[in-house]
Protein backbone atom coordinates (compact mmCIF):
# COMPACT_ATOMS: atom_id res chain seq x y z
CA UNK A 1 0.00 0.00 0.00
CA UNK A 2 2.66 2.48 0.57
CA UNK A 3 4.27 2.19 -2.43
CA UNK A 4 0.74 2.77 -4.20
CA UNK A 5 0.43 5.80 -1.82
CA UNK A 6 3.85 7.10 -2.90
CA UNK A 7 3.38 6.69 -6.43
CA UNK A 8 -0.14 8.02 -6.46
CA UNK A 9 1.38 11.24 -4.53
CA UNK A 10 4.29 11.81 -7.38
CA UNK A 11 6.40 11.35 -4.56
CA UNK A 12 9.09 9.22 -6.66
CA UNK A 13 10.58 12.90 -8.16
CA UNK A 14 11.33 14.44 -5.10
CA UNK A 15 11.13 12.36 -1.96
CA UNK A 16 14.93 12.31 -1.05
CA UNK A 17 15.21 15.48 0.66
CA UNK A 18 17.26 16.91 -2.43
CA UNK A 19 16.28 17.66 -6.23
CA UNK A 20 18.26 15.48 -8.19
CA UNK A 21 20.13 12.39 -6.85
CA UNK A 22 21.18 12.45 -3.41
CA UNK A 23 24.15 14.81 -2.43
CA UNK A 24 24.64 15.79 1.27
CA UNK A 25 25.47 19.40 0.95
CA UNK A 26 22.30 19.73 -0.83
CA UNK A 27 20.40 17.56 1.61
CA UNK A 28 21.56 19.73 4.32
CA UNK A 29 21.24 23.03 2.46
CA UNK A 30 18.26 24.63 5.18
CA UNK A 31 21.43 24.13 7.59
CA UNK A 32 23.85 26.24 5.65
CA UNK A 33 21.55 28.70 5.56
CA UNK A 34 20.87 28.53 9.35
CA UNK A 35 25.17 28.87 9.93
CA UNK A 36 25.17 31.60 7.04
CA UNK A 37 22.46 33.33 9.55
CA UNK A 38 24.38 32.63 12.51
CA UNK A 39 27.84 34.11 11.03
CA UNK A 40 29.03 30.20 12.00
CA UNK A 41 32.10 30.67 9.73
CA UNK A 42 33.37 33.58 12.25
CA UNK A 43 34.40 30.94 14.96
CA UNK A 44 35.22 27.38 15.44
CA UNK A 45 32.95 25.04 15.83
CA UNK A 46 34.13 21.15 17.04
CA UNK A 47 31.69 17.98 16.11
CA UNK A 48 33.05 15.68 18.66
CA UNK A 49 30.51 13.38 17.96
CA UNK A 50 29.73 12.21 14.34
CA UNK A 51 29.16 9.22 11.85
CA UNK A 52 29.63 7.41 8.92
CA UNK A 53 28.78 3.88 7.87
CA UNK A 54 31.99 1.75 7.25
CA UNK A 55 29.80 -1.09 6.08
CA UNK A 56 30.03 1.00 2.51
CA UNK A 57 33.81 0.12 2.73
CA UNK A 58 33.72 -3.19 4.14
CA UNK A 59 35.86 -4.40 1.46
CA UNK A 60 38.40 -1.78 2.06
CA UNK A 61 38.13 -2.25 5.69
CA UNK A 62 38.49 -6.43 5.55
CA UNK A 63 41.63 -6.62 4.18
CA UNK A 64 43.59 -5.83 7.02
CA UNK A 65 42.02 -8.06 9.17
CA UNK A 66 44.99 -10.30 10.46
CA UNK A 67 43.56 -13.19 11.00
CA UNK A 68 42.63 -15.62 7.85
CA UNK A 69 40.14 -17.43 9.13
CA UNK A 70 38.36 -14.44 10.40
CA UNK A 71 39.16 -12.11 7.07
CA UNK A 72 37.66 -14.86 4.85
CA UNK A 73 34.73 -15.31 6.75
CA UNK A 74 34.16 -11.36 6.70
CA UNK A 75 34.98 -11.84 2.94
CA UNK A 76 32.51 -14.71 2.37
CA UNK A 77 29.59 -11.96 3.85
CA UNK A 78 30.20 -9.45 0.96
CA UNK A 79 27.80 -11.89 -0.97
CA UNK A 80 25.29 -11.29 1.35
CA UNK A 81 22.62 -9.45 1.33
CA UNK A 82 23.71 -7.13 4.70
CA UNK A 83 27.72 -7.65 4.29
CA UNK A 84 27.62 -6.68 8.49
CA UNK A 85 24.92 -9.16 9.61
CA UNK A 86 27.01 -12.39 9.48
CA UNK A 87 30.05 -10.49 11.43
CA UNK A 88 29.13 -8.39 13.95
CA UNK A 89 26.13 -7.99 16.28
CA UNK A 90 23.59 -6.33 15.05
CA UNK A 91 19.95 -4.75 16.13
CA UNK A 92 17.22 -5.64 13.36
CA UNK A 93 15.11 -2.82 14.48
CA UNK A 94 15.08 0.25 11.80
CA UNK A 95 17.03 3.21 12.85
CA UNK A 96 15.01 4.94 9.65
CA UNK A 97 11.85 5.14 11.04
CA UNK A 98 10.99 2.17 7.83
CA UNK A 99 12.16 4.62 5.15
CA UNK A 100 11.09 8.29 6.81
CA UNK A 101 14.96 9.09 6.89
CA UNK A 102 15.55 9.54 3.21
CA UNK A 103 19.56 9.95 3.68
CA UNK A 104 19.97 6.29 4.60
CA UNK A 105 18.40 5.16 1.67
CA UNK A 106 19.87 7.37 -0.52
CA UNK A 107 23.56 8.40 0.00
CA UNK A 108 25.08 5.09 -1.25
CA UNK A 109 24.79 6.49 -4.88
CA UNK A 110 26.24 10.05 -3.61
CA UNK A 111 29.15 11.01 -5.87
CA UNK A 112 32.86 11.40 -4.50
CA UNK A 113 34.74 14.96 -5.67
CA UNK A 114 37.40 13.57 -8.30
CA UNK A 115 40.01 11.51 -6.61
CA UNK A 116 39.36 12.18 -3.04
CA UNK A 117 38.33 9.43 -0.89
CA UNK A 118 34.53 8.53 -0.94
CA UNK A 119 34.33 9.05 2.99
CA UNK A 120 36.82 12.36 2.83
CA UNK A 121 33.72 13.81 0.72
CA UNK A 122 30.95 13.01 2.85
CA UNK A 123 31.85 14.15 5.39
CA UNK A 124 33.20 17.66 3.95
CA UNK A 125 30.26 18.22 2.75
CA UNK A 126 28.35 17.95 6.10
CA UNK A 127 30.76 20.05 7.90
CA UNK A 128 30.27 22.61 5.53
CA UNK A 129 26.62 22.55 5.28
CA UNK A 130 26.38 22.29 8.49
CA UNK A 131 29.06 24.84 9.63
CA UNK A 132 31.23 22.50 11.39
CA UNK A 133 35.16 23.23 11.79
CA UNK A 134 36.45 20.03 12.94
CA UNK A 135 34.61 16.28 13.17
CA UNK A 136 35.11 14.01 15.66
CA UNK A 137 33.92 10.70 13.92
CA UNK A 138 33.22 7.38 14.70
CA UNK A 139 32.15 4.50 13.06
CA UNK A 140 27.81 3.22 13.18
CA UNK A 141 27.16 -0.75 13.49
CA UNK A 142 30.78 -1.18 14.65
CA UNK A 143 29.68 0.76 18.06
CA UNK A 144 28.23 -2.76 18.71
CA UNK A 145 31.07 -5.00 18.50
CA UNK A 146 31.56 -5.37 22.42
CA UNK A 147 28.57 -7.02 22.72
CA UNK A 148 30.07 -10.03 19.93
CA UNK A 149 30.04 -13.12 21.90
CA UNK A 150 33.41 -13.82 20.10
CA UNK A 151 36.31 -11.27 21.56
CA UNK A 152 38.49 -12.13 18.67
CA UNK A 153 36.10 -10.65 16.22
CA UNK A 154 36.45 -7.28 18.50
CA UNK A 155 39.69 -7.47 18.13
CA UNK A 156 40.12 -8.16 14.47
CA UNK A 157 37.56 -5.79 12.87
CA UNK A 158 38.61 -3.00 15.41
CA UNK A 159 42.16 -3.13 14.27
CA UNK A 160 41.30 -3.10 10.46
CA UNK A 161 38.58 -0.55 10.89
CA UNK A 162 41.35 1.67 12.73
CA UNK A 163 43.63 1.46 10.24
CA UNK A 164 41.44 1.37 7.28
CA UNK A 165 40.09 4.75 8.69
CA UNK A 166 43.76 6.39 10.09
CA UNK A 167 45.18 5.25 7.29
CA UNK A 168 43.12 5.96 4.16
CA UNK A 169 40.79 8.46 5.66
CA UNK A 170 42.13 10.93 8.13
CA UNK A 171 45.54 11.08 6.53
CA UNK A 172 43.58 13.08 3.36
CA UNK A 173 41.87 16.09 5.70
CA UNK A 174 43.40 17.49 8.73
CA UNK A 175 39.58 18.54 10.07
CA UNK A 176 38.65 14.81 10.37
CA UNK A 177 39.70 13.24 13.88
CA UNK A 178 38.17 10.21 15.29
CA UNK A 179 38.58 8.34 19.25
CA UNK A 180 39.77 4.93 18.39
CA UNK A 181 37.72 1.78 19.50
CA UNK A 182 39.69 0.04 22.22
CA UNK A 183 38.51 -3.82 22.41
CA UNK A 184 38.14 -3.89 25.53
CA UNK A 185 37.40 -7.44 25.90
CA UNK A 186 40.99 -8.10 25.66
CA UNK A 187 43.73 -5.92 27.14
CA UNK A 188 46.60 -6.75 25.60
CA UNK A 189 44.66 -5.93 22.02
CA UNK A 190 43.61 -2.41 23.96
CA UNK A 191 47.10 -1.43 24.86
CA UNK A 192 48.46 -2.79 21.50
CA UNK A 193 45.91 -0.53 19.97
CA UNK A 194 46.91 2.60 22.37
CA UNK A 195 50.69 1.67 21.18
CA UNK A 196 50.09 1.49 17.57
CA UNK A 197 47.44 4.53 16.45
CA UNK A 198 48.57 6.75 19.72
CA UNK A 199 50.16 9.95 17.77
CA UNK A 200 48.70 9.50 14.46
CA UNK A 201 47.16 12.14 12.87
CA UNK A 202 43.64 12.64 13.60
CA UNK A 203 43.61 11.02 16.37
CA UNK A 204 42.61 12.90 19.64
CA UNK A 205 41.31 10.19 21.90
CA UNK A 206 40.24 6.47 22.60
CA UNK A 207 36.85 5.17 22.66
CA UNK A 208 35.08 2.40 24.69
CA UNK A 209 31.86 1.12 23.12
CA UNK A 210 29.55 1.24 26.34
CA UNK A 211 27.63 -1.75 25.43
CA UNK A 212 29.27 -4.32 27.46
CA UNK A 213 28.98 -6.44 30.17
CA UNK A 214 32.21 -6.49 31.91
CA UNK A 215 32.88 -4.31 35.13
CA UNK A 216 34.69 -1.14 33.88
CA UNK A 217 36.68 -0.95 37.46
CA UNK A 218 37.86 -4.47 36.95
CA UNK A 219 41.52 -4.57 37.94
CA UNK A 220 42.36 -6.09 34.60
CA UNK A 221 41.65 -2.61 32.94
CA UNK A 222 44.88 -0.76 35.15
CA UNK A 223 46.78 -1.01 32.60
CA UNK A 224 44.61 0.10 30.17
CA UNK A 225 43.73 3.04 31.94
CA UNK A 226 47.29 4.10 32.99
CA UNK A 227 48.38 3.84 29.71
CA UNK A 228 45.79 7.17 28.59
CA UNK A 229 46.38 8.98 31.58
CA UNK A 230 50.22 9.05 30.77
CA UNK A 231 49.98 9.91 27.72
CA UNK A 232 47.30 12.46 27.95
CA UNK A 233 44.46 10.89 25.98
CA UNK A 234 40.61 11.78 26.78
CA UNK A 235 38.41 8.29 27.21
CA UNK A 236 34.92 8.30 25.29
CA UNK A 237 32.22 6.30 26.75
CA UNK A 238 30.68 5.46 23.43
CA UNK A 239 26.46 4.85 24.30
CA UNK A 240 24.60 2.64 22.33
CA UNK A 241 21.18 0.74 22.44
CA UNK A 242 20.88 -2.80 22.40
CA UNK A 243 17.89 -4.80 21.62
CA UNK A 244 18.93 -8.03 22.65
CA UNK A 245 19.73 -6.78 26.11
CA UNK A 246 17.83 -8.58 28.93
CA UNK A 247 15.82 -5.80 30.31
CA UNK A 248 14.78 -4.62 26.73
CA UNK A 249 13.62 -7.74 25.20
CA UNK A 250 10.00 -6.85 26.37
CA UNK A 251 10.55 -3.62 24.34
CA UNK A 252 8.56 -3.49 20.73
CA UNK A 253 9.68 -0.19 19.76
CA UNK A 254 12.78 0.93 18.35
CA UNK A 255 11.42 4.36 20.44
CA UNK A 256 11.93 2.53 23.68
CA UNK A 257 15.17 0.76 23.12
CA UNK A 258 16.54 4.04 22.04
CA UNK A 259 15.53 5.87 24.51
CA UNK A 260 16.44 3.87 27.61
CA UNK A 261 19.21 1.97 25.70
CA UNK A 262 21.12 5.12 24.78
CA UNK A 263 21.75 6.49 28.60
CA UNK A 264 21.60 2.33 30.19
CA UNK A 265 24.70 1.64 29.77
CA UNK A 266 26.79 4.56 30.33
CA UNK A 267 24.45 5.17 33.94
CA UNK A 268 25.68 1.32 34.49
CA UNK A 269 29.68 2.53 33.34
CA UNK A 270 29.00 5.96 35.16
CA UNK A 271 28.26 4.36 38.18
CA UNK A 272 30.97 1.81 38.40
CA UNK A 273 33.43 4.54 37.73
CA UNK A 274 32.29 6.56 39.96
CA UNK A 275 31.69 4.65 43.12
CA UNK A 276 34.86 2.65 42.57
CA UNK A 277 36.40 5.87 42.86
CA UNK A 278 38.56 5.92 39.09
CA UNK A 279 38.47 9.55 39.30
CA UNK A 280 40.72 9.45 42.01
CA UNK A 281 42.44 6.94 40.84
CA UNK A 282 43.52 8.30 37.52
CA UNK A 283 42.95 12.19 38.15
CA UNK A 284 44.81 13.47 35.05
CA UNK A 285 42.46 10.38 33.24
CA UNK A 286 39.69 13.13 31.27
CA UNK A 287 36.41 11.28 30.76
CA UNK A 288 33.45 12.04 28.23
CA UNK A 289 30.49 10.57 28.37
CA UNK A 290 29.03 10.70 24.12
CA UNK A 291 25.56 10.20 22.79
CA UNK A 292 23.55 9.68 25.32
CA UNK A 293 22.02 13.27 25.68
CA UNK A 294 22.12 15.27 29.22
CA UNK A 295 19.04 14.58 31.01
CA UNK A 296 20.50 11.27 32.85
CA UNK A 297 23.32 12.89 34.26
CA UNK A 298 21.11 15.17 36.96
CA UNK A 299 19.14 11.97 37.65
CA UNK A 300 22.02 9.44 38.40
CA UNK A 301 24.01 12.60 40.51
CA UNK A 302 21.08 12.68 42.71
CA UNK A 303 20.74 9.16 43.15
CA UNK A 304 24.38 8.71 43.62
CA UNK A 305 24.89 11.70 46.46
CA UNK A 306 21.60 10.47 48.07
CA UNK A 307 23.08 6.96 48.66
CA UNK A 308 26.69 8.29 49.18
CA UNK A 309 25.60 10.14 51.80
CA UNK A 310 24.08 7.23 53.47
CA UNK A 311 26.38 4.39 52.65
CA UNK A 312 29.79 5.90 52.68
CA UNK A 313 31.30 3.25 53.67
CA UNK A 314 31.12 1.57 50.31
CA UNK A 315 32.61 4.36 48.30
CA UNK A 316 35.84 4.70 50.87
CA UNK A 317 37.74 6.34 47.87
CA UNK A 318 35.64 8.97 47.34
CA UNK A 319 36.47 12.09 48.92
CA UNK A 320 33.53 14.35 47.79
CA UNK A 321 29.96 14.05 46.40
CA UNK A 322 29.69 11.56 43.08
CA UNK A 323 27.82 14.78 41.52
CA UNK A 324 31.28 16.69 42.48
CA UNK A 325 33.49 14.03 40.29
CA UNK A 326 30.64 14.23 37.82
CA UNK A 327 30.71 17.71 37.18
CA UNK A 328 34.26 17.46 36.02
CA UNK A 329 33.96 15.06 33.74
CA UNK A 330 32.77 15.92 30.09
CA UNK A 331 29.41 15.25 28.38
CA UNK A 332 28.58 15.60 24.45
CA UNK A 333 25.53 17.50 23.47
CA UNK A 334 23.64 15.13 21.79
CA UNK A 335 20.77 14.17 21.44
CA UNK A 336 19.92 17.34 23.61
CA UNK A 337 16.55 17.15 25.27
CA UNK A 338 15.25 20.36 24.49
CA UNK A 339 11.96 19.92 25.19
CA UNK A 340 11.79 22.02 28.46
CA UNK A 341 13.89 24.94 28.55
CA UNK A 342 13.74 24.72 32.25
CA UNK A 343 15.12 21.64 32.92
CA UNK A 344 17.71 22.09 30.49
CA UNK A 345 19.24 25.18 32.10
CA UNK A 346 18.54 22.66 35.45
CA UNK A 347 20.73 20.31 33.87
CA UNK A 348 23.32 22.65 32.24
CA UNK A 349 23.84 24.07 35.60
CA UNK A 350 24.28 20.90 37.36
CA UNK A 351 26.81 18.99 34.36
CA UNK A 352 28.84 23.09 34.68
CA UNK A 353 27.99 22.62 30.55
CA UNK A 354 29.94 26.14 30.02
CA UNK A 355 33.27 24.25 30.70
CA UNK A 356 32.01 20.35 30.32
CA UNK A 357 29.38 20.24 27.16
CA UNK A 358 30.70 20.12 24.16
CA UNK A 359 28.82 19.98 20.99
CA UNK A 360 28.01 17.17 19.06
CA UNK A 361 26.16 16.45 15.69
CA UNK A 362 25.71 12.68 15.37
CA UNK A 363 24.98 13.15 11.71
CA UNK A 364 24.11 11.62 9.69
CA UNK A 365 22.03 9.96 12.30
CA UNK A 366 18.86 10.22 12.39
CA UNK A 367 18.48 12.20 15.70
CA UNK A 368 21.28 14.66 14.81
CA UNK A 369 21.44 17.64 16.01
CA UNK A 370 22.63 21.14 14.70
CA UNK A 371 24.68 23.61 15.81
CA UNK A 372 21.62 26.31 16.23
CA UNK A 373 20.21 23.45 18.70
CA UNK A 374 23.47 25.19 21.02
CA UNK A 375 23.50 28.80 19.73
CA UNK A 376 19.27 29.05 19.95
CA UNK A 377 19.33 28.36 23.40
CA UNK A 378 17.95 31.88 25.27
CA UNK A 379 19.82 31.00 28.68
CA UNK A 380 23.39 30.79 27.64
CA UNK A 381 25.79 33.25 27.80
CA UNK A 382 28.22 34.39 24.60
CA UNK A 383 30.87 32.53 26.37
CA UNK A 384 28.94 29.62 26.96
CA UNK A 385 28.15 29.05 23.52
CA UNK A 386 31.35 29.65 22.50
CA UNK A 387 32.99 27.14 24.68
CA UNK A 388 30.09 24.52 23.94
CA UNK A 389 30.32 24.60 20.15
CA UNK A 390 34.51 24.40 20.05
CA UNK A 391 36.35 26.12 22.82
CA UNK A 392 35.97 23.22 25.28
CA UNK A 393 36.85 20.37 22.87
CA UNK A 394 39.77 22.53 21.95
CA UNK A 395 40.80 22.74 25.50
CA UNK A 396 40.10 18.73 25.79
CA UNK A 397 41.82 17.39 23.11
CA UNK A 398 44.71 19.66 22.98
CA UNK A 399 45.64 22.62 20.35
CA UNK A 400 48.45 20.57 18.70
CA UNK A 401 45.63 19.08 16.88
CA UNK A 402 43.84 21.71 15.74
CA UNK A 403 45.42 24.55 13.00
CA UNK A 404 47.49 27.06 15.00
CA UNK A 405 45.18 29.78 14.05
CA UNK A 406 41.94 27.92 15.34
CA UNK A 407 39.43 31.28 15.74
CA UNK A 408 37.47 30.17 18.76
CA UNK A 409 35.69 33.40 18.18
CA UNK A 410 34.16 36.57 20.49
CA UNK A 411 30.57 36.18 19.42
CA UNK A 412 27.59 33.88 18.47
CA UNK A 413 24.14 34.97 16.87
CA UNK A 414 21.05 33.22 17.81
CA UNK A 415 18.65 33.47 16.07
CA UNK A 416 16.87 35.22 19.22
CA UNK A 417 14.24 32.82 20.30
CA UNK A 418 14.43 29.12 20.77
CA UNK A 419 13.42 27.16 18.11
CA UNK A 420 9.49 26.26 18.04
CA UNK A 421 9.93 22.98 19.67
CA UNK A 422 11.39 23.95 22.63
CA UNK A 423 8.56 25.88 23.77
CA UNK B 1 -2.37 40.50 -0.92
CA UNK B 2 0.68 39.37 -2.57
CA UNK B 3 0.05 36.98 -5.22
CA UNK B 4 3.05 35.52 -7.36
CA UNK B 5 2.84 33.07 -9.99
CA UNK B 6 4.95 29.52 -8.88
CA UNK B 7 4.06 26.87 -11.32
CA UNK B 8 1.15 25.39 -13.75
CA UNK B 9 -0.99 23.16 -12.63
CA UNK B 10 0.14 20.78 -14.87
CA UNK B 11 3.78 20.60 -13.33
CA UNK B 12 2.40 19.38 -10.19
CA UNK B 13 -0.18 17.06 -12.10
CA UNK B 14 2.70 15.38 -13.64
CA UNK B 15 5.17 14.95 -10.73
CA UNK B 16 2.68 15.64 -7.48
CA UNK B 17 4.61 18.55 -5.54
CA UNK B 18 7.50 21.02 -6.88
CA UNK B 19 9.67 23.38 -4.61
CA UNK B 20 10.20 26.91 -5.58
CA UNK B 21 11.43 30.13 -4.30
CA UNK B 22 9.97 33.12 -3.96
CA UNK B 23 12.17 36.03 -2.19
CA UNK B 24 14.45 34.22 0.20
CA UNK B 25 11.83 31.63 1.27
CA UNK B 26 11.23 28.21 0.26
CA UNK B 27 8.00 26.78 -0.94
CA UNK B 28 6.98 23.35 -1.00
CA UNK B 29 3.66 23.07 -3.64
CA UNK B 30 1.73 19.43 -2.93
CA UNK B 31 -0.85 18.23 -4.92
CA UNK B 32 -3.28 16.46 -2.42
CA UNK B 33 -6.99 15.57 -3.22
CA UNK B 34 -6.92 18.44 -6.16
CA UNK B 35 -5.97 21.09 -4.12
CA UNK B 36 -2.61 22.36 -4.15
CA UNK B 37 -1.25 23.04 -0.80
CA UNK B 38 1.60 26.04 -0.39
CA UNK B 39 4.09 25.45 2.91
CA UNK B 40 7.28 26.86 3.90
CA UNK B 41 9.78 24.34 3.25
CA UNK B 42 11.17 24.68 6.70
CA UNK B 43 10.08 21.99 9.68
CA UNK B 44 9.13 23.15 12.57
CA UNK B 45 11.83 20.96 14.28
CA UNK B 46 15.28 21.49 13.43
CA UNK B 47 14.60 23.80 9.97
CA UNK B 48 14.72 20.42 7.72
CA UNK B 49 13.20 20.60 4.04
CA UNK B 50 9.77 18.84 4.96
CA UNK B 51 8.49 19.32 1.34
CA UNK B 52 10.71 17.24 0.35
CA UNK B 53 9.88 14.38 2.69
CA UNK B 54 7.63 11.33 2.10
CA UNK B 55 3.89 11.32 2.02
CA UNK B 56 2.76 8.39 4.29
CA UNK B 57 -0.54 7.54 5.59
CA UNK B 58 -0.59 8.18 9.38
CA UNK B 59 -0.33 5.08 11.86
CA UNK B 60 -2.63 3.98 14.46
CA UNK B 61 -3.28 0.81 16.97
CA UNK B 62 -5.51 -1.74 16.35
CA UNK B 63 -7.36 -3.82 19.06
CA UNK B 64 -9.68 -6.90 19.16
CA UNK B 65 -13.48 -6.25 20.92
CA UNK B 66 -11.21 -8.36 24.26
CA UNK B 67 -9.02 -5.00 23.66
CA UNK B 68 -6.05 -7.15 23.14
CA UNK B 69 -3.45 -5.40 20.66
CA UNK B 70 -3.60 -6.85 17.60
CA UNK B 71 -1.31 -4.46 15.57
CA UNK B 72 -0.51 -1.28 13.75
CA UNK B 73 -2.34 0.02 10.77
CA UNK B 74 -2.67 2.69 8.49
CA UNK B 75 -5.12 5.14 8.78
CA UNK B 76 -6.95 5.37 4.71
CA UNK B 77 -7.97 8.93 5.37
CA UNK B 78 -4.87 10.73 6.98
CA UNK B 79 -2.34 11.69 4.61
CA UNK B 80 1.24 12.56 6.64
CA UNK B 81 4.53 14.83 5.39
CA UNK B 82 7.63 13.77 6.39
CA UNK B 83 10.62 15.84 7.07
CA UNK B 84 13.53 13.66 6.02
CA UNK B 85 16.17 14.95 8.70
CA UNK B 86 14.29 13.97 12.08
CA UNK B 87 10.95 12.22 10.94
CA UNK B 88 8.75 15.06 12.40
CA UNK B 89 4.74 14.29 10.83
CA UNK B 90 2.50 16.53 9.49
CA UNK B 91 -0.96 16.22 8.83
CA UNK B 92 -2.43 17.10 5.80
CA UNK B 93 -3.85 19.32 4.38
CA UNK B 94 -3.68 21.50 7.30
CA UNK B 95 0.07 20.68 8.26
CA UNK B 96 -0.29 20.23 11.81
CA UNK B 97 2.29 18.21 13.50
CA UNK B 98 1.01 14.97 14.18
CA UNK B 99 2.71 14.62 17.91
CA UNK B 100 2.05 18.60 18.92
CA UNK B 101 -1.21 19.47 16.93
CA UNK B 102 -1.09 23.11 18.62
CA UNK B 103 2.15 23.66 16.42
CA UNK B 104 1.32 23.79 12.40
CA UNK B 105 3.24 24.55 9.09
CA UNK B 106 3.77 27.77 7.60
CA UNK B 107 1.34 27.47 4.72
CA UNK B 108 0.46 30.23 2.41
CA UNK B 109 -2.76 30.57 0.53
CA UNK B 110 -2.90 29.43 -3.36
CA UNK B 111 -5.23 30.12 -5.73
CA UNK B 112 -5.51 28.68 -9.43
CA UNK B 113 -6.32 30.77 -12.36
CA UNK B 114 -6.27 29.34 -15.89
CA UNK B 115 -4.33 26.28 -15.10
CA UNK B 116 -1.17 29.27 -12.92
CA UNK B 117 -0.50 28.21 -9.37
CA UNK B 118 -0.74 31.31 -7.05
CA UNK B 119 0.97 32.09 -4.07
CA UNK B 120 -0.50 34.78 -1.34
CA UNK B 121 2.74 35.54 0.68
CA UNK B 122 1.34 37.87 2.95
CA UNK B 123 -0.71 35.63 4.00
CA UNK B 124 1.18 33.34 5.83
CA UNK B 125 -1.01 31.21 8.41
CA UNK B 126 1.47 30.07 11.18
CA UNK B 127 4.81 31.39 11.95
CA UNK B 128 7.10 28.92 11.58
CA UNK B 129 11.08 29.11 12.90
CA UNK B 130 14.38 28.81 10.38
Known amino acids: MTDQLLNRTGTDLINTGVREGFNTREHLRNAERQAQDRGFDKFTIVDVDAHHYEMDHWPAIIKYIEDPVIRHRAEAAIHSSDPARTILHNSPLPQNMAGRILRERYRRGEPTDGDTHHEVSVIRRQMKAIGIDYQVVFPTP ?3 LGLHPDPLIEIAVSWAYTRWFTEEVLADDPAIKTMVYLPMNDVRASLRTIEQFGGKPGVVGFMITSGRFQAIHSNKYVPVFRALEERGYPLGFHAI ?14 ISVHALGFVFYNMVHMTNWVINGLPERYPNLKVI ?25 EAPLLQRRPSEYMGEMYYSTQPMETVDLQTLQQTMRMINAETQLMFASDYPHWD ?17 KLNILGRNAVRLFGKEHFDAEVDLGTAVEGNGRARVSQQ | MSEHYVADL ?5 SGRKIVRVGSTDIALLL ?26 AITAEFDADGNYV ?20 VLPGGQCAAAPER ?16 DMEADTAISNG
Open chain 1, 241 to 254: HNAKERMFEGMNRF
Open chain 1, 289 to 313: WIESGLAWVPFLMQRLDNEFLMRSS
Open chain 2, 10 to 14: TELQD
Open chain 2, 104 to 119: RLRSFPVSVRDGRVLV
Open chain 2, 71 to 90: GDRFVEDEMHLVCPWHGWEY
Open chain 2, 32 to 57: FEDDVLAFQNVCMHMGGPVGEGMLIN
Open chain 1, 142 to 144: MLE
Open chain 1, 368 to 384: FDLPSTVCDLPFLSQEA
